[in-house]
């Protein structure tokens, strides 16, 4: 019979992967909200779409459904205090975390990072609800890159 590794093992070994910082935002009725993603990946190319997983507890999940529709902005390099204060361990709560940065938007109206590495903006297609977390899945409508290095997360630090 197999038998499950315990949450702090599993972040143990989710620490493992590099992977470059990303901070979600929606704008909904009370205005512009985000969160730091430990989950943010492709589906699939065509139609082009990205997943993300939400806890149920996260503020900002009622602007993304208010929204409809989410951004992915990739944290440059040298922002480790942007990460901090969407990660909630900085002083900024709610929308005046978006004090700490300089944002515009693309085409849904989520708040995007004008010096991120890169912004996916997603039109939010599907919810799927599973242990706590909803699995948001959202069609790409627009993107911005540069040539910006990224900040990377690496065994619970950033490099």
Known sequence: MDTEIDAKTFWKALGCRAVGVAVVTAKGVDGPAGFLALSATHLTAS???MMVSIGLTTSALAAVRQGNHFAINYVPKGRDDLAKEFGGGGALKGADRF???DWSELKTGAP???DAVGVIDCRLEEMIERHGTLIAL???VAYSGSSKEP???FRGGYM
């Open 47 to 49: 139609p082009p779409m």
């Open 99 to 101: 004090k700490a940065g």
């Open 112 to 114: 995007t990072l004008v």
């Open 138 to 140: 959202g069609r790409v």
């Open 151 to 153: 900040l990377i997360s």
